[in-house]
Nanobody, 122 residues
Framework: QVQLVESGGGLVEAGGSLRLSCAASGGSVSSSGMAWFRQAPEKDREFVAAINWSGGMTHYTDSVKGRFTISRDNAKNTVYLQMNNLKSEDTAIYYC???????????????WGQGTQVTVSS
């Protein structure tokens, strides 16, 4: 059973940067599409970014394009989300997810992490 653990969240001022990590254990995710989602208070969880198994294909929601970068290191079984020029509207709990499959774009996610809080002060 794959387990995903996010880290790297915290409090940052608007315009600042954070790098989130998602470490997988209990199995390899090197053949799996991976993604980041987020959920702000009193809002539905929304898609942020996704990456295919090799890192050769990525997809972002419009609001983070040009500011966020998703990447992966399959040797470390880890996916990252570099977040630059953060805005107050980026405040949310950020979740990592894995599809467990090679296919991309990702339709369904099999594994989810517990989330890490990102708070951006204005």
């Amino acid at each position: 059973q794959v387990q995903l653990v996010e880290s790297g969240g915290g409090l940052v001022e608007a315009g600042g940067s954070l790098r989130l990590s998602c470490a997988a254990s209990g199995g390899s995710v090197s053949s799996s599409g991976m993604a980041w989602f987020r959920q702000a208070p009193e809002k539905d969880r929304e898609f942020v970014a996704a990456i295919n198994w090799s890192g050769g294909m990525t997809h972002y929601t419009d609001s983070v394009k040009g500011r966020f970068t998703i990447s992966r290191d399959n040797a470390k079984n880890t996916v990252y989300l570099q977040m630059n020029n953060l805005k107050s509207e980026d405040t949310a709990i950020y979740y990592c997810a894995a599809s467990g499959k090679l296919t991309f774009p990702i339709i369904n996610y099999t594994y989810w992490g517990q989330g890490t809080q990102v708070t951006v002060s204005s």
